[in-house]
């Protein structure tokens, strides 16, 4: 990989956190002089010559191109000289035409200058220091990797970075996660990225028998490619676990295609939001010295559905607002996992499902029912801080308890409960269960 390649990922994958910087240095550049009616003529016309011989469906293309230069003859432009809003003001004419909300123009000299310095030294794949900085001060997309209640994988993954730099990440997120029973992978802050890093992460999923993902179709060289899961992965496979994808109206483009594949494979279940509706994959480039527009090249053609999510999005399997997400598939993953517990197991996942809902929905306590629990119970001393009830769980340790109904409360993080006994309707001593089916009982002081 060349670095200009590097640099159009990378820009692509972080365009919205490359906005605020870009505007930012746009206000301190030299390059920000008014744009001209002369430069925006040069920029509309190498825009429609880059339409008409790149993007993907050559009649919009033209339609496009035709639209944004009768604007131009026609004056609407004119008023415009800030060259950020005339960049918008064009991404809203192509849109307009086009309805791909993968087409945008931007007042973009900073990645112009990083494009041609690559350029200037072709056949070196050393990725310059600014972009791998900021590649691995993203993480490379992995922005958080953790085990949830009921030993549940979570992975929030903010982009789909290119494989050649983000692959390690990749494989040590997903042995990380290699061990849990069910798995929640967050896509709703996720933009897209590399096909490279869908078909890398979606390969843990499955066994070594490679599976039919994806193909895609490139009018600029009128070829079709396809994407396979991998016949080997570093580590251990995942191909028996419950897994679910959680979407937002942000998912787009790689985030989507990675959540199509998956829920036409059936191999996982999606939960949220409809996603944006972006499957024309492309790439920048440059319009003139100061603007670049970003034009999709190919289309996504699904082996089984023989279509894409272009300008519908993926549908969830379970739709719910995108903060209710993440709480809906950890209810679904313990509903799940404790169907199948036995009668004589110690009931683990049911325990945790009921904890969960009480977590999301806590009962309202008065203060004055708080404070009816305070007291000291044998070894055990009940606390009232900060609006909470406290048990002393040993001599340095006191954790939060979290009411499940009145007299009965949960140990945060413990698989205890405490039960509050009561004789004339005074709290007369407290009964400790443990997960495993054990209790202990003490009499209050």
Excluded: C
Excluded at 63 to 68: A, Y
Excluded at 202 to 227: G, K, M, V
């Amino acid at each position: 990989m060349n670095k200009k390649n590097i640099l159009i990922i990378f820009y692509f994958l972080l365009m919205i956190s490359i906005k605020s910087i870009a505007q930012t240095q746009v206000n301190k550049n030299t390059n920000t002089a008014t744009v001209t009616e002369k430069e925006q003529q040069e920029i509309i016309d190498s825009i429609s010559l880059l339409l008409n011989k790149k993007y993907i469906f050559p009649e919009v293309a033209q339609k496009m191109s035709d639209f944004i230069l009768l604007n131009f003859k026609n004056g609407s432009y004119s008023p415009i000289t800030d060259p950020v809003v005339f960049s918008e003001r064009l991404t809203t004419d192509l849109l307009s035409i086009s309805n791909d909300k993968h087409i945008r123009v931007k007042f973009n000299p900073v990645l112009i200058k990083e494009i041609r310095e690559a350029n200037k030294n072709p056949g070196q794949d050393e990725v310059p220091a600014s972009v791998l900085e900021r590649w691995k001060t993203n993480n490379y997309g992995f922005k958080e990797v953790k085990i949830l209640e009921g030993n549940i994988g979570y992975l929030d993954l903010r982009n789909f970075g290119d494989t050649k730099l983000g692959g390690e990440t990749a494989v040590a997120a997903m042995n990380f996660l290699s061990n849990t029973n069910a798995l929640i992978i967050d896509l709703r802050k996720n933009g897209g990225g590399s096909s490279q890093m869908i078909q890398l992460i979606t390969s843990y999923l499955f066994d070594s028998e490679p599976i039919h993902l994806n193909n895609f179709y490139y009018r600029p060289t009128d070829t079709n490619t396809q994407t396979w899961t991998l016949p080997y992965v570093s580590g251990k496979r995942m191909p028996n676990i419950d897994v679910y994808v959680l979407t937002s109206k942000g998912t787009f483009s790689a985030a989507e295609e990675f959540t199509y594949n998956l829920k036409n494979l059936h191999r996982a279940t999606i939960i949220g939001e409809v996603t944006g509706g972006g499957a024309n994959p492309g790439g920048d480039n440059i319009a003139t010295d100061r603007f670049t527009v970003w034009i999709p090249t190919g289309r996504a053609i699904n082996p089984i559905t023989k279509t894409n999510w272009e300008g519908t999005g993926v549908q969830p399997d379970i739709e719910v607002p995108a903060n209710d997400a993440l709480f809906t598939a950890q209810l679904k993953a313990l509903e799940k996992l404790a169907a199948k517990e036995s009668q004589n197991s110690n009931k683990t996942y049911s325990w945790l499902l009921t904890s969960l809902k009480a977590k999301q929905h806590p009962l309202a306590l008065k203060v004055k029912e708080f404070e009816s629990y305070i007291g000291k119970f044998g070894p055990r001393i009940i606390t009232y801080e900060n609006e909470n009830l406290f048990y002393q769980l040993n001599a340095v340790r006191k954790v939060k308890m979290l009411p499940l109904e009145k007299d009965l409360f949960d140990l945060e993080d413990n698989m205890l409960r405490v039960e509050f006994k009561k004789v004339n309707h005074k709290i007369s001593g407290i009964k400790v269960f443990n997960v495993n089916g054990t209790t202990e009982s003490f009499e209050k002081d």
